[in-house]
DNA sequence: ATAATCTCTTAAACTGGTTTAATTTTTCCC
DNA sequence: GGGAAAAATTAAACCAGTTTAAGAGATTAT
């Protein structure tokens, strides 16, 4: 599950706080105060500094997170030990391996933190107990699988409509900002092409 | 949108009867018989015969389907005028380009029947409504897009992780009826391989 | 600071998949 | 049923992207 973002950035100041979070939701759905509060009493705040491992693959996803402050990859493994990355999060996306948090199936991904990263965090049993008492928050989340799915549709058809060099020229207009917080290798491996040959096309693009 | 069917396929004499809708709903959420109604109630059959287009690109989506019967292909084409094919959609599946619908906004998809189809269609009132008085459609299209979310997610990562011989392979497994139903050319542009590819490999798998 | 390790670049040989074009097979339809 | 059109096959030349390997630059840890 990688829910896009609906809103820009802001300050490390926000860190720790449910304010992003609240913003987050009332842009998506009308709910009163008293229910947010019921959403926002059952986050957790965490911290990961950058290069720890929120979930590895085969373990048991627990939570699910909203991204405060930071940045995180999901990637898996193929068969030859090649890691492809299924999507960057950032501020104000939710993130984490959906089917293992909600079948309690072993994780297909895994998540790294790519900057010092502060996020909300929900729990397995915070989770259904939201979807059975808060109304708002089975539309509030079906409105993120929907907007994900779109998102993911993109992603498909510019993966079979597009070479190498026009999906990185969409990539970095798509995320202007995110090749100076990530690593060149990590962009290679979303766009699905080696670190050597994204090389080649910075050169061929910049001169 | 493209949605996972969670049923096996069925006779041809269901056509036009909202059974295997009911039945569809009720395998993903708990309802009452009289809300199922009230959803089945706005539902109309339509039929389109095998090469009909039921969505143009630029066109504005003013309904979404359900399949009873048949097979769809959701397609675009590229800036050099390449099809390149999203998904196909079969018995038990929902379809339709659902930002156009939502959002009222010019289709990015053509929806072509690619067998004579029968299905039952949603207007966008009648959508609505039942977002606005049936709390358990709200459920049942949040569980249909996480689905598509995750099958999405699948692709995307078969898209980075495999060669096209092993794409082929996997679709085959997949959908193994599907091939006896639809074009090679068709399944080549849903690969993202040349139609001659294709062949290459079916030569090359058979002998 | 310095060594050690990771990341990025460069370039040559290579390969998976495309292109083009010609032939055969299947489907459509009057 | 027969003629036209579309779909599938084959093969050779070609190209986008990989592989391998080696060196330069940047981070990280001690």
Redesign the interface.
Same mark, same amino acid.
């Given at each position: 599950?990688i829910w896009r973002r609906t809103d820009p950035v802001r300050s490390i100041s926000d860190i720790s706080n449910v304010e992003a979070l609240i913003r987050h939701i009332k842009n998506l759905v009308p709910i009163p105060d008293g229910h947010l509060s019921l959403i926002t009493g059952r986050c957790r705040a965490q911290y990961f500094p950058k290069k720890a491992h929120l979930l590895h693959q085969e373990e048991f996803a627990k939570q699910v997170h909203f991204i405060l402050q930071g940045c995180v990859r999901t990637y #898996?493994f193929?068969?030859n030990g090649?890691e492809? =990355?299924?999507s960057f999060s950032m501020e104000d996306y939710w993130f984490g391996d959906?089917?293992s948090f909600?079948r309690n199936t072993p994780a297909s991904f895994n998540i790294q933190a790519l900057e010092d990263t502060h996020v909300l965090s929900i729990s397995q049993r915070d989770w259904e107990e939201l979807l059975a008492e808060v109304?708002e928050f #089975?539309?509030y =989340?079906?409105i993120l &699988?929907?907007n =994900?799915? &779109?998102s993911?549709?993109n992603?498909?058809?510019q /993966?079979?409509?597009?070479t190498a060099e026009e999906r990185y020229r969409r990539f970095l207009a798509a995320y202007p900002t995110l090749p100076q917080r990530i690593s060149q290798k990590h962009i290679a491996?979303y766009l /699905?092409i080696t670190p050597e040959f994204l090389s080649m096309l910075r050169k061929k693009i910049k001169g």
């Open positions: 599950m #898996v193929d068969y090649v492809h =990355t299924l959906l089917q909600i109304p #089975v539309s =989340t079906r &699988f929907r =994900t799915m &779109f993911h549709e992603r498909i058809l /993966g079979l409509s597009y491996s /699905g």
